[in-house]
């Protein structure tokens, strides 16, 4: 055992902002172990529950959903989920003129598609891919009838061991498992060892799922072009780039929302501590995942993981607000991928587009998870 490592809220105190002082010192042993993540989630859920349990309308108490990571969930409602996204794959596109969009699953990768310059890199990052997360189990529920838990995926708990992972062992209760071993590929992302699939799902939810468009470097990227899923789990990725000892650096060595999203994308910037991110959790967990459309930076958003990891990039996004909620609301960066091309620095009241899945909001109403304008869950840790 290395020596301890003593990780202290006055880390973030010293960059100057407030962070509550509820925060406990952990040893690199409780942050090696998740310990330590665990504990701060729940600083963050019960913060985030004081605050519900004032409001007298919107999200009050009784409203409010728990999200669960996806072994906090029942069996039944595992398997209720799965087959959620199944029906959201048989029922037809919402848009008029995109002939490759045949089903209402598609809409998500069409609407992604549309999006991503303006989302990824930049100020909306955080809080539209939120309310994406939430427009999805709005579909679940309005179009499918699924009542359940709405997942997240804890990267950090199956690094290693990803073909064992609950989430993608192929079991009735999974989103499918790994795709068929393919010799010699390469990763889809460098400084990795090669993933241990590459190929279509063969058996298992999913198997027989077929991906209608994509990917980015066709030439009309939303042409129907019917294939099978392909998934390329990742053992290495996940261990560099998304372990819990990852997830919990990133919480505690962030102290402004500008340090906090750039270092969960990996785009290069230092930690308060001097801490260097590598190729970020959000790219982490991608790339755990791999595959195609896993892998595709516009058509991920085909893959049934990638909800999943979205929820725990929101996770993220939640504990690190209510650690510090007073000071934790803030935006930072324009409305264009690293601000290319140009334009004017976001404010809380730019408008975020999710039409025709869900009517449009503003940044600020995606801003707290309990604030009812219409979000209303919590995170359980796990
Ligand atoms: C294949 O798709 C159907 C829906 O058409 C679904 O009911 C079935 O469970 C799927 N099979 C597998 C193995 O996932
Ligand atoms: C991520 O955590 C692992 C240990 O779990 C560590 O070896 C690796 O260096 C970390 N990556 C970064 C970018 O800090
Ligand atoms: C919704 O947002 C999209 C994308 O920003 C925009 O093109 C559209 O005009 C908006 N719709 C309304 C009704 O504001
Ligand atoms: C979640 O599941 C793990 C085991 O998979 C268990 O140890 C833990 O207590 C559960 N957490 C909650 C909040 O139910
Ligand atoms: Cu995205």
């Known amino acids: 055992m290395r020596s301890v490592l003593k990780i202290v809220a006055a880390v973030a105190l010293l960059a100057g902002t407030a962070v509550s002082a509820s925060i406990p010192t952990f040893t690199q042993s409780q942050i090696d172990s998740g310990e330590a993540i665990r504990q701060l989630g729940k600083i963050a859920y019960d913060t985030a529950m004081a605050r519900a349990a004032k409001a007298t309308s919107g999200c009050t108490k009784d409203k409010i959903k728990i999200r669960k990571e996806w072994r906090n969930m ?30 209402a699953w598609d809409d998500y990768g069409v609407l992604h598609y549309y999006q991503t310059p303006f989302v990824h ?12 997360n939430w427009v999805l189990e709005q579909d679940l529920l309005k179009i499918c009838g699924y009542t359940g838990v709405f997942p997240y995926w804890e990267w950090g708990l199956d690094c290693g061991n990803m073909d064992k ?20 590929h390469r990763a889809a992302i460098g400084g990795a060892k090669p993933g241990s699939g590459g190929g279509c799902l063969k058996t298992g939810p999913f198997s027989n799922f077929t991906v209608n468009i994509g990917p980015s470097e066709a030439r009309d990227p939303l042409a129907y ?4 899923l392909k998934r390329d789990l990742n053992d290495d990725v996940c261990r560099k780039w998304s372990s819990l000892r990852n997830t919990t650096d990133l919480l505690l060595s962030t102290s402004t929302v500008a340090v906090f999203q750039s270092a969960i994308q990996g785009e290069g910037v230092r930690g308060d501590n001097g801490k260097n991110f590598g190729t970020g959790v959000h790219s982490g967990g991608h790339y755990s995942i791999s595959g195609d459309p896993g892998s595709d930076f516009h058509f991920s958003a085909l893959e049934p993981g990638f909800y999943l990891h979205h929820g725990n990039i929101d996770r993220l996004h939640f504990i ?8 934790r609301q803030t935006i930072s960066g324009t409305n264009t991928m690293y601000n290319m091309p140009p334009s004017a ?3 809380l009241t730019d408008n975020m587009g999710f039409e025709p899945l869900h009517r449009n909001i503003t940044i600020k109403d995606a801003m707290d998870t309990v604030g009812g304008t219409p979000l209303c869950y919590v995170y359980e840790p796990w």
């Open 165 to 184: 992972s609950p989430v993608f062992d192929g079991s009735e209760y999974s989103l499918g498992g790994n795709g068929e071993f393919v010799k010699n």
């Open 345 to 347: 620095v976001a404010v």
């Open 225 to 228: 072009n019917p294939r099978c």
């Open 74 to 103: 029942t069996l039944p409602d595992r398997k209720a989920y799965q087959e959620g996204i199944q029906c959201l794959m048989q029922k037809p596109s919402r848009y008029k003129n995109i002939k490759g969009a045949k089903t």
């Open 320 to 327: 690190w607000q209510n650690l510090a909620w007073e000071t």
């Open 121 to 132: 890199d930049d100020a909306t990052f955080l809080l539209w891919h939120r309310h994406y």
